[in-house]
């Protein structure tokens, strides 16, 4: 069975601190994805990212990067140098490549303040 | 998103009534989710969609809720005997094995 833990509920910092979202997984397969999305206030989901399991090289995207870690089944978010426009619920979500059921964590809360 | 077009946009029922729920995506992609976000929660996966058939119908909170997919493409889910707690947004997404999902701006539904 696959499962996503958010551990964070809620985030808050002020504006130009690095902030980082965490991200544990489980799962039994061994190919699987692994995914960021996230939620502005207007709502809708907005990908940002996605890795599959045998790529654990991290990735910067701008202010974004990725930390994935097999040996520790976490995948998690950093942003540096917050900005008042990345405040949002953050979501990670795993899928893998048999069934394709993407599940998601139950979200990070991010607020940034001028 | 572009790729997925959900309708209605908001739903205010009466408890006790059914309603269906319709999720229209562009072609070409296997897989359809159906999610359920409650009021500043997560996502709450329901049920998805490997062309017309349902591999996983785990998610569904109870027998008052069913979905169905016609032609690979659009799907339905609906909800029966409608209650207060169903009051949420549905989300549909769509994606394809190991690709990311696009979602739907989703139907608000409100039960009084």
């Known amino acids: 069975a696959q499962k996503v833990t958010q551990a964070q509920t809620e985030i808050s910092v002020v504006e130009k601190e690095d902030v980082t979202l965490d991200c544990v997984y489980e799962?039994?397969?061994?190919?699987?994805?692994l995914f960021w999305y996230k939620q502005p206030p207007s709502g809708e989901l907005v990908f940002l990212i996605r890795?599959?399991?045998?790529?654990?090289q991290n990735e910067i995207s701008g202010r974004y990067s990725w930390n994935f870690q097999k040996s520790t089944s976490s995948f998690n978010f950093t942003i540096t140098a917050s900005q008042v426009v990345d405040s949002a619920v953050y979501f990670c979500?795993?899928?893998?490549?048999?069934?394709?059921?993407?599940?998601f964590g139950a979200g990070t809360r991010l607020t940034v303040k001028p | 998103g572009a790729g997925v077009s959900q309708s209605p946009s908001n739903k205010v029922t009466e408890k006790g009534k059914d309603v269906e729920l319709r999720c229209d995506p562009i072609?070409?992609?296997?897989?359809l989710y159906w999610y359920r976000q409650s009021l500043g929660q997560g996502l709450e996966f329901l049920i998805y969609?490997?062309?017309?058939?349902?591999?996983?119908k785990s998610g569904l909170p109870s027998d008052r809720f069913s979905a169905e997919r016609t032609g690979g493409s659009v799907s339905t889910l609906t909800i029966q005997r409608t209650q207060q707690e169903d009051s949420a947004v549905y989300l549909c997404?769509?994606?394809?094995?190991?690709?990311?999902?696009?979602f739907g701006q989703g139907t608000r539904l409100t039960v009084v």
């Open positions: 799962t039994r397969d061994t190919t699987y994805y």
């Open positions: 072609s070409g992609h296997t897989a």
């Open positions: 979500a795993l899928s893998d490549a048999f069934n394709n059921d993407m599940r």
């Open positions: 890795r599959n399991s045998f790529d654990e």
């Open positions: 969609f490997q062309g017309n058939s349902a591999p996983d």
């Open positions: 997404a769509i994606g394809g094995r190991g690709t990311e999902a696009f």
